[in-house]
Structure formats: structure tokens, C-alpha cells
């Protein structure tokens, strides 16, 4: 009896949209998936923590996708519309991991109670999937893990910009020109 519920605990499958941590020496990943309703696809939301914090949206289904160059992937929740851009397809799934693209999405995401995610494959095939919404809080807490603002994208690589001169400023007077 033992026997058989540890069989079940081992192959039991994972608890949709939990939030898991991975630590290695040299970075720090914290994730939040599901499976597809058909257990065709995941979808995955993941913080990764290298020398730089970046989130990323991913699309894995089995068998996986050819490397390509970026191909089209619309998601929307419910009955709203589709949001589409172009995602990486780096072999296996594919990825967007762009700050603006990836806010609107986890918002999408996290309010939705079904997630429909539409890809159009390295081989110009539709590949669709369906997923239950995971609600705020796996997905809030992925961004904090980067921290990432729910539904605001963070600041990057801002340029510092310099005080425009006002038009009707006075020089200050050189001291040592002849007045």
C-alpha cells in the first residue's frame, strides 16, 4: 500500500502555476507554469537572475519546435482579443522576453481564466493551446523575484538627459574678458 502511494507521489503531475525556485552557483530561476487543458503544451512565466533580472513569457509544446528566426505568437485571455508579436524560437519552445511585451502579458495572464496561446510554427503551421489562468498571485510573484512592478514595465538602461537651456538665460560674465 506504501509502495503504491509513492509510485503515485512520483509521477503525480506538477500543481498548475506553482511557483518554483532553482539556485545554481552562477544564477537564480523562478518560475510559474502550466500545462495546456489537452497536456499538449506548457506555459510558462520565469524570472531568471543572472548579472542582469530579466522575465520571460514561454511556449513549450511537445514535441517542441525547430530553431527558427522570431515567428508570430498571439495570446489573449477569455474572450478578449489576441495580443501578437513576434517571439524567439531558439529550438524546443519559444520566448518573448521584451519588458513592455512581457508586462502586458503577465497582466493578460494573471486576470484570464483561460489563457489561449496561438503560434504559428517554424514550419508555417497553427499550433494552438489552452490553459487555466493562474490568477495574480504565482504571477506576481514571479516578477517580484526580478523585481518587476505588476503591470508596469521596469526602467532600462536609462540615459541620463541633460537640463535644456532655457532660451532667455543670461551667460554668466567671463572674468576675463574685456567688458
Not at 14 to 40: E, G
Not at 136 to 158: T, W
Amino acid at each position: 500500500m506504501i509502495l503504491a502511494l509513492l509510485l503515485q507521489a512520483a509521477v503525480a503531475p506538477p500543481v498548475p502555476w506553482a511557483v518554483t525556485t532553482k539556485v545554481d552557483a552562477a544564477s537564480k530561476a523562478t518560475t510559474s507554469s502550466a500545462w495546456s487543458l489537452d497536456n499538449s503544451a506548457r506555459l510558462v512565466v520565469r524570472c531568471d537572475v543572472t548579472s542582469e533580472k530579466i522575465v520571460s513569457i514561454q511556449f513549450i509544446p511537445k514535441p517542441g519546435f525547430a530553431a527558427a528566426l522570431p515567428r508570430p505568437v498571439s495570446i489573449k485571455a477569455d474572450d478578449d482579443g489576441w495580443l501578437g508579436t513576434n517571439w524567439q524560437f531558439p529550438g524546443a519552445g519559444a520566448f518573448i522576453s521584451q519588458d513592455v511585451i512581457v508586462t502586458n502579458l503577465a497582466v493578460v495572464i494573471a486576470h484570464g481564466k483561460t489563457i489561449h496561446v496561438r503560434v504559428i510554427d517554424p514550419d508555417n503551421a497553427v499550433v494552438e493551446a489552452h490553459f487555466t489562468g493562474p490568477g495574480e498571485a504565482p504571477i506576481r510573484q514571479v516578477l517580484k523575484a526580478c523585481d518587476y512592478e505588476f503591470g508596469v514595465a521596469p526602467p532600462r538602461f536609462a540615459v541620463p538627459v541633460a537640463p535644456a537651456a532655457t532660451p532667455d538665460a543670461k551667460r554668466a560674465p567671463d572674468p576675463d574678458e574685456d567688458q
